[in-house]
């Protein structure tokens, strides 16, 4: 069982930025995606970006030039970088891990199985 915790969430004025932070306790194989997600109230969980093992990196449009992916894999740490925050990116954010193959990550939530609690992630205008 993997276990996924995020940090870093918290209040920001709009403009301001935020990293979240999530440690993994292990990962699901050695080729991996792992992604951050969010949900607002009332709406269905959306992908914000993911990463693969490679490295390589998948961007949502709403999270392209704006947010950074990124992961320690020597601490099991996925970050997410978070810029010029609008009042709209006010969601609950999920880090998420899945295993993979060679392509590309994807960012559909139901591709991935094991999931953190969440960090509410608030920007007041």
């Known amino acids: 069982q993997v276990q996924l915790v995020e940090s870093g969430g918290g209040s920001v004025q709009s403009g301001g930025s935020l990293r979240l932070s999530c440690a993994a306790s292990?990962?699901?194989?050695?080729?991996?995606?792992m992604g951050w997600f969010r949900q607002f109230p009332g709406k269905e969980r959306e992908g914000v970006a993911a990463?693969?093992?490679?490295?390589?990196?998948t961007y949502a449009d709403s999270a392209a030039g704006r947010f950074t992916i990124s992961q320690d894999k020597s601490q099991k740490t996925l970050y997410l970088q978070m810029d010029d925050l609008e009042p709209e990116d006010t969601a609950m954010y999920y880090c998420?891990?899945?295993?993979?193959?060679?392509?590309?990550?994807?960012?559909?939530?139901?591709?991935?199985?094991?999931w953190g609690p969440g960090t509410q992630v608030t920007v007041s205008s």
């Open positions: 292990r990962y699901i194989s050695s080729r991996y995606c």
């Open positions: 990463i693969h093992s490679d490295g390589r990196t």
């Open positions: 998420a891990q899945a295993g993979w193959g060679s392509a590309g990550c994807s960012l559909l939530p139901m591709i991935f199985p094991a």
